[in-house]
Every structure is written in structure tokens, then in C-alpha cells.
């Protein structure tokens, strides 16, 4: 696999198994949570306090503001009760000369709303009359005891008239006061209600709050815009009724409703005593509750603000957690499709660093391990299991470096196989190999030598090399003889087939060079020498069931096995007659016979 | 407008969207007034009022700050953002009715008609639609200038002062002055269309008072010299000027002829008695002036005139004059010294 395609296969792992939005989703959704529900939780508590506490402040501020206008106008009839009483204080005479028209003209200068002024006397004459716009009169004499003023003034003292409109348009009231005494009389005003104007134009409730006075039955009297009380407009004053009734439903609370112009507004109310007339105050809801709109506003502004921070720190966390995730996920992937040498390179000094380090380790040990049973699985083909096996243990596979060696190579053929293998049906010929290959490995293996390799219906085996034995040439002879025994039990089934069919064997022990040979694609281990040469003439030179050795493996046998010293023998390759040593076997022996 | 249209554009669409919600209301004055400051203030119709004037301007002088006052008030002020167009009569009242006619002709967005009933009503014939703020003496119904005074209906409205009411408590405190006579003149201009309600008043009056009243008439300046001197010859005990603008206007004039034919004189102008004149009594002027400048800034904010009640000046003054009152020989007895607004001494 190219290093391309891994990286291909790496990507298109991580695009089908990592769904990315959820480790951000996660992580906005903690976040977002963590800023913004305390920010919720203390805008929410903040609003709702808010509202409690600026809805008693407002109940407070209102009342007071209304008390405070009622006291003030209370105060202005206040001051024309007590310029009156003055004129009420003696008893008429007779003849009262002119310090009671001088004390009325002067009560015209002190008092400017006080637009005609009659006194009556006891009895209920008019006594005096001064008048701003109409001429004076002095004993005018007409009888004033049956009018309501003068009735109401004696039995109460005071006596405030019902509020009228002159033409239509001025507010007017009349006020009587009588003295102590019913000889003092009673003094009658007609009073100009809007010179109340003065003193609740005067009046500021909050920032655009404002004052208005109805009478009892709900006419305005007194507002700050004179023309509305001008107008004497029953009908265009029904809104302030219905906010006088609705603040009369919730005693002692401020109420919301709509002033004359449609607008929304807080308003509370204070009666004038004695006068039956109610002074309201209004604020417009958007200024009594700004403070409220203003937190809220505060509050959604951080709400946001906390909402984008989160939003931005999750997006932050996240990326930072991510970046080194999928470095690790592109890396562990491009690993485990056996790119060992690729090294995940991560410089966080986190955990993430660790784990990178740990990855980077495992590669490592994954590509040492492979390389291994790379090398084994090479070995596996020419070494015996056992000698596989050992070198695979031991982790050290310099056995197979090239040197030169005592060896005892071992070679063996079929006899008359080629012959054999022309007459016969391709499937028979295959078939006798694979039982003559798998018997001879199991003998080759049984005997822990190094099979080199199979050519056609010979091969090739080492002895003392790559791993060295105890007494090789002993040991080669044991196998032959094996291989003898186990080939002829063999042959005596293939002889059905062919009964020319035979098995020999040729050995030689002496120096090699051993090693691995060949190409980069195709490696082998072999011995070269005159050694090989020389077991392999041996072997071209036996007969069937004949195992022929040479005089140095002869020598090194010694008596351990019965030996035959044959008559030296011309081989190819050698210049003089070559002593050839054979193995006693029964079946030498009865081939012999 | 152009000068919108441009701020709009560079304004990022985003942006335009968002704020297309709620604050729409708040972003379109945002820039209207970003571009109000940008266009030149000459660029902007600035309302135009139109102001009759009975007399000259410098007849008017005292009435015209206390009419500016009032616009002041209402936040306007003249060459900021009002100009006020003015015609005068130069004491010519028959010219009244062009003048007014040549203002409603010049599409001022408001005309003021103050200084009387023939104002007003010249004001009043000359349109129907342009707002009308009139200031009068006399009673604003009985002289068909409105119909109601809490709502005036039309488009006319106003302020007016008791000046024609209390005509006959002048001839009231004039006896309190001459109270050995029983002879009194009174000044009438017979072109007043108060003239014959006011001398209707005056001859009830002296009736309840036991009083005589010699009736002179004059309705030019020409004619006052002649009025002074016949009340110096008949030896009556005073000359009761009846409410009347174009008496009113030319104060210093009476105060003189006053003074030179010692004649013991009341009108209804504080005017007259601080020009040296001995007293007068009558509605606040500068309170009625004011008030119509106030209706006038009011109008121009949009308000209607016919929702705008006629508003009457309450307030009624007594002026006195004892330097007048000692070249004269007389002494002003103690119920008027306390009644007094002003004593001038």
C-alpha cells in the first residue's frame, strides 16, 4: 500500500466516523448553559424585584406627589377661606362705615382669584358688594338669606359651591363663610378656579409626571394645560373619570390607565377635604417604569454578550480540543494501515501530547514486530521449524549473515523421474512430488536441518549451518537414512506407476560459504563450496536406496555407523577419483545381492 | 429628500434589516435628523406668520416682545425657525381687511390678529382656512368673531382681555377721585364695534351711580385736542376714556393733552398713567399678548384652533399716578391707593 492511499483511506475513515458537530454541540451547549443561565437567572430576578420594588417606590413617590399637590391646593382655598374669615369677624352695625369697604377692596388686591365679593349681614342682607369687572355696591340691601350659599355657610361655617362654567368655559366656584357669631354675617366669593392652575402647573411629577384636579362629579378643574379645563369638555374627560374609578378599586395603590391624550400612566390620588374634589397624579408608565426597561435592556444586552462570549470560547475550546483529535485519528489510522513509520506530531504538553508519544511508541514497536515475523516467515522456508522458531526467539537473524562454515550438505533425487514424468498424466507427476516433497520435509524437519531448496525431484539440505549442530555429519547421516526408509516405503507405491522409480542420496561435509544470496525480491540461503559440489555428484552417483559420503564426513562418522569404503570414484568436476564412502543399509546390502 | 436617500444607501443592508424591527421608528429619525442638520437651514420651509398690526410697529413694540415672549414659550423664535411676515395699519383700521387679505394672498402658515375686534374680524374675513390667533378687549362672541369660547370651532382662536367689561369701573373709580361732581365725560370711538356696548354699559352705570355723562366722540387723533378741551370747558369732573386699541395705542399722546389741559383722565392702558397720565384700569396687555404667542407657537406645532379654547385674560390692573394726581390738585383716597396694582409716584 502507497503512502498515498493510506493517507486516502486514513481521511475517508475519519469522514465516515467522526461526526464533529456533536463535540462542538456538546461543548457550546455546556458552555452556553454556564454563562448564560445565571446570567438569565439573575436578569430574571433582577427584573421581577425590580418591578416589585420600582412598583412601591412608584406607589410611594405617587401618593406622596398627590398628597403633597392636595396640601398645596388645600392651601390655596386655604388662603381665600382665611382672607374671608376677616371680613366675617365682627358684627354689622347699623352703620358701618367705610372700613368694611376698605377691608373687602383690599381682600380684591390680596386675593387674585377672588373675582366679586359680597358680605351679607345676620339678618341676610347684602350689606357690601365689590367686584372686579361690575360696579360696587354699598347697601345694596338685597335679601341673601335664602341663597344656598348663605344657608350652607351659617349651618357649617363654610360652604363651597358646586364648580360652574362661565360661558361655557371658566371655572368658577363660590365659597361662603360664616363668622362665629350669626351677627358677623356671611361672606360670599366668587372665586376663579384657574388660578389653581398656577399651582399644579406648578407641580412636576418624576421627570413628565403632572397633576390634574376633578371635582366630585368629575370635572377637570385644575390641569396643567389650562385649555383643557377651558374647553369644560365632558366627554373628552371620561378617560380621567375611568382613572379616578380605576385607582378607587385599589385603595392605596397607584393605578395604570390612560390620561386624556390616550397615553399610558401611573396614577395614585389624594382628596381635598372639605371640597370633595381629588387631586390625581400621573406619571407616563414609560418614565415610572424606565428603570425596569433600563435593567432589562442592561440584562438582555449581557445575556447576548455572555451568549456570544460562550459561543465564542466553546468555538475555541472546541477547536483546540479537535485540531489534536483528528492529528491523532489521521495519525492512529495511517498506523493501523500499516504505515509504521508515520510519527503523529503533537506539541500541545497536554495530555494530547502524551497520547501522541504513546501512539508514536506503538508504531514503533508494531514496525519492529512486523519486520520480525517478516524475516521469520523468510526463514520459515528454508530453516526447520525448530531453527525458525529459535532465531524468531531470540530476535537475532545475523545466523543468516554470510560466512564460511563446516557444513554437510545433503543432496537427494528421484531415480527415473524424468522418464517418468514425460510418460505419466501431469496430475500423477504432481501428485508423486507433493507425497516425495511432504515426506522429505517431514524427515528434513524431524532431523533439524536447513532445507535449502527443491529443484524438479532433487534438493538440497544443510547440515551445521545457518545453525551450527553437534556432530552434523553424524546427524546428515541419521536423516539420509530416514529419508531412505521413508522414500522407499514411498516407492514401493510409485513402483506400480513406474518401476523404474528409485531414490539416492549423496553427502559431503567440508567448508562453505553460507549466506543469504540473491536479489532484493528473491533471497535465499545457500552454501557454495566445493563441499556442495561434491554431495551433489555423490548423490548423481548413487543408486536407488544407496547413500554415498564422502572420506571427510566418513572420517568425522568415524565407527559410529557401518560404513562400505566403495572404489573411488571419477566424478565430474574432480580431477582425481574420489574415495565415496556408502552407508550400510539393509537395503543397500539386499540391492547388492 | 435627497440628502435621506443618501444615508440610506450606505448604510449596510444588514444593518437595515435588523434595525427594519422595532427601532425602525427610532432609525428613520436618527437619520431624518442627521439629515435635517445636513441640508441648510434656508432649505426647510420655515413657517411664516403672518402678523396684522392696527398701528406701527413702534406703537406695537411693547405688545410684539410680549407676543415674542410667548412664542418663546412654544419654542419658536423669530429667524430660527419662524419668520413673521407683519403688515400695519399705521392707525388706519378701514385698511384692515386688504392688509389681511394681502397676508392670507402671501400663504403665511399662520396669522396673529392682535390689538382688537376690527383685527380680528378683518383677519377672520379674509380667510377661512389659514389658523387665526386673535388678542381682543370685548367679548369675543357678542362681536361674532367665535361662537363659543371653550370651542371655538373654525379656525380662529384666541385670547381676550376684560378690558370692554370693566369700561364702567372706570367711570367708577373716577367719582372715587371727583366725588364733589356729578358731571363726567366719556370718550367714545364710534368706529369701535364695542363702541355701542360699552356706552350702553357706561349709561347704566351712571345711572346706579347718580352720575351725569357728557359723551364726546373721537375716532382720530385730530380730534383728541378738541375732546381735551371741551372737557376742560364744560368742568366736568373727568375723562373716562371707553376701552378702545386705537385709544390705547396712542397713550402718550392722551397722557400729554392729559397733563396740558389738566384734566383728570383714566384709560385703559397702563400706559397712560406711566407716561403721566393720573390712572387706568384695564386687562394685563402683556399677559393677553403673551398668551396669544404661546396659542401661536402651539398652532404651529400642529395643534387645532378649534380645539385651543379662547382664553381670557383674568387679570385686571389698576394703575396710579399721584405726580399726575398732585399737578391736578387731587388726592386719591385710601380705597383705591390699596386697591392699586401700581402706585406711581
Redo the contacts between chains.
Sequence with gaps: MTAKAVVARATEMSKATTPRSSLFLKYFSTLFAAAVIPLLIAGGSEAWFGYRDQRARLNDLLDAEARLAAEKIADFIEGIRDQLGWTVQLPWSDNPGDRRRLDALRLLHQAPAVESLSLVDGKGKERLFVSRIGLNRIEGGDDHSTKPAVIGARSDRIWFGPVTFQDGSEPFMTIAIAGTRAAAGVAVAEVNLKFIWEVVSGIRVGRTGEAFVLDRPGRLVAHPDIGLVLQADEAAQRPLQALRAAILTRSGQAAAGQDIAGNMVMAAMAPIPGLDWSVIVTQPLAEAFGPIYTALWRTGVLLIAGAVLAAILAYWMTQRMVGPIRVLEDGVARIGAGQFEHRINLATSDEFERLATRFNEMATELSVSQERSERINRLKRFLAPQVAELIERSGDDQVLDGRRVEVVAVFCDLRGFTAFSVRAEPETVIRVLREYYDALETVVSDHGATLINFFGDGAMILFNAPVSCVDPAFRAVGMARAMQKSMQGHLANWRALDDRLGFGVGLAMGPATVGRIGSQGRLHYTAIGNVVNLASRLCSSAEDSEILIDRVAASAIGSEIALVELDPRTLKGFDQPVPVFAVATDLAARSKI | MLAEETILLWVPRAFAEATDGLKRRDFIALTGAAAASIIPAHAQAMPVIGYLGSESPERYASRLSAFRDGLAQSGYAEGRNVSIEFRWAQGQYSRLPSLAKDLAGSQVTLMVAPGGAEVALAAKSATATIPIVFEMGGDP?ALGVVD????PGGNLTGVSS?SV??S??RL?FMREVRRETKVFAVAINPRSPTSDSQLKNLHV?AD??GLNLVVLKASTEQEFEGMFAAVHEMQAGGLVFSSDPYFAYRSQQLAALASRRGVPTITQSRDFPLAGGLMSYGGDFHQSHYHTGVYAGRILKGEKPS??????V???ELFINLNAASALNLVFP??LL??A?QVIE
Design positions: 362672541i363659543s369660547l371653550s370651542r376684560l367689561e370693566v364702567r369701573k367708577e352705570a346706579s351711580l380645539n385651543l379654547p379662547v382664553q381670557r383674568t387679570k385686571v385710601s380705597s390699596s386697591s396694582d
